[in-house]
């Protein structure tokens, strides 16, 4: 079974704080992804990686950046977070593009 | 308007009924088609996985496409408590990438026991 490890379950950050999520996979998967999910929002890509040292912006990329110096490891990186983006971040992972997607536990993280 | 459309619910049944979850869409180009289960404080699971039209059963777990009318389902006979959950749809077409992934918002499900 894929397995895909998010470092942090719950995580809660001051306004104005630098924050890493970090994610790791098993799998030897090539693409790696990081979403937010919010209420009546679903799901919303924020950045993906096709290959090491690769990054692309998703749909709502701003307030985030991301780090990808090994294949198994993806970090989502909040520069300086703020109040909005308290949320649920999930990770995922998929060998081939047209392939589903294997998410991790999730991080819900608060920042107050 | 929005690629996927999806009913939030939520929707309770009682045990041992049958539920049906809906998703809409509109890009025709769509023709990978998933349906994700998500726990309360966990990841999305993948639960179905369909290519194109038609029908796709495992277990209790019936996934129907319907390309024609842009529209998907997910039957689940003999429901559980253990089913409850918030249910995801999601579609791409495949060639353009899984960062062209749409979801949809999610019904939550609870079965009563």
């Known amino acids: 079974d894929v397995k895909v490890t998010q470092s942090s379950r719950y995580l809660v950050k001051r306004t104005g704080e630098k924050v890493f999520l970090e994610c790791v996979q098993d799998m030897d998967h090539e693409n790696m992804f990081w979403y937010r999910q919010d209420p009546g929002l679903g799901l919303r890509l924020i950045y993906f990686?096709?290959?090491?040292?690769?990054?692309e912006k998703g749909d709502i990329p701003e307030g985030y950046s991301v780090s990808r110096e090994k294949k198994e490891r993806f970090s989502l990186i909040l520069e300086s977070a703020s109040t909005n983006q308290t949320s649920m971040y999930l990770c995922?992972?998929?060998?081939?593009?047209?392939?589903?997607?294997?998410f991790g536990n999730g991080t819900r993280l608060t920042v107050t | 308007q929005k690629e996927v459309e999806q009913d939030p619910g939520p929707l309770s049944v009682p045990e041992g009924a049958i539920v049906s979850l809906n998703c809409t869409y509109s890009?025709?180009?769509?023709?990978?088609f998933m349906w994700y289960r998500q726990y309360s404080r966990k990841g999305p699971e993948l639960l179905m996985y369909?290519?194109?039209?038609g029908n796709k059963e495992d277990g209790r777990f019936t996934a129907q496409v319907d390309k024609s009318s842009k529209y998907i389902s997910l039957f689940i006979r003999d429901s559980q408590p253990s089913d409850s959950a918030t249910y995801l749809c999601a579609m791409n077409g495949g060639q353009t990438g899984a960062n062209n992934l749409f979801f949809g918002t999610g019904t939550r499900l609870t079965v009563i026991p």
């Open positions: 369909t290519y194109s039209s």
């Open positions: 890009n025709s180009a769509f023709q990978y």
């Open positions: 990686s096709y290959d090491v040292k690769m990054k």
């Open positions: 995922a992972s998929v060998r081939d593009r047209g392939s589903p997607l294997h």
